[in-house]
């Protein structure tokens, strides 16, 4: 089946610095989604991209759904401790119609104060 | 906030035991899903409802898991026999038709 290969698979920087993390597939998505996970809970949408070249904003996190529909990335500005958590992305594969997402192995992200 | 809600958040039990995970969805959204996430793994799709049909199941979901939806609402999720390995945490997400999920808290699965 489809896999997202997500990196870095960790992060670790200082709070004030700018965050990039990106996720590839060999396949191509409909939907490209970002989410964070804290520590026993469930995943938290971020950012939901529906186009290839597509950039969304949400506060201080930026996503893109890459042109090729083979990737996306997600930056996220002058980070702060509560950024801490696990980022994932995950997909819609064609054919799919949104029944079953693909999830990335995640990003965890640590932050500095 | 009425999210997705599940029930309970923690589950202790011993191998060979069944037991039995609630989720309620969003009230608006038809559709219901089942994630099993297992550590440091991102979820992996069990199977998924429209409203009370159950119409996808992933090859995961062993004959030992049964997932109900039986008025459209609320979804329970049944291992019977347990196994070590199904120690997981099992997510529940819902949407309105095929758009964006949105997963509850979650309930943790330890088996001893």
């Known amino acids: 089946g489809q896999q997202l290969n997500q990196s870095p698979q960790s992060m670790f920087i200082q709070e004030g610095e700018d965050v990039s993390m990106n996720c590839t597939s060999s396949?191509?998505?409909?939907?490209w989604l970002w989410y964070k996970q804290d520590p026993g809970e469930g995943p938290v949408l971020l950012i939901a991209l529906y186009k290839a070249g597509e950039l969304t904003s949400n506060g201080r996190l930026t996503a893109q759904f890459g042109i090729t529909r083979k990737d996306s990335f997600l930056n996220i500005s002058a980070s702060i401790p509560s950024d801490v958590g696990i980022y994932f992305c995950a997909g819609d594969p064609p054919g799919n119609a949104g029944n079953m997402l693909t999830f990335g192995g995640g990003t965890r992200l640590m932050v500095k104060p | 906030d009425t999210g997705v809600s599940q029930d309970p958040r923690h589950k202790i039990t011993k191998r060979g035991q069944n037991v039995t995970f609630r989720c309620d969805p969003i009230?608006?959204?038809?559709?219901l899903y089942w994630y099993r996430q297992t550590l440091g793994q991102g979820p992996e799709f069990l199977t998924y409802?429209?409203?009370?049909?159950?119409?996808?199941k992933s090859r995961l979901l062993s004959d030992r898991f049964s997932a109900e939806r039986p008025k459209g609402s609320f979804s329970t999720l049944e291992i019977q026999r347990t196994e070590q390995g199904d120690s997981a945490m099992y997510l529940c997400a819902s949407s309105l038709f095929q758009d964006t999920q949105y997963f509850g808290p979650g309930t943790r699965l330890t088996v001893l």
């Open positions: 409802f429209q409203n009370e049909a159950q119409l996808e």
């Open positions: 396949s191509i998505f409909n939907t």
């Open positions: 009230s608006e959204h038809n559709r």
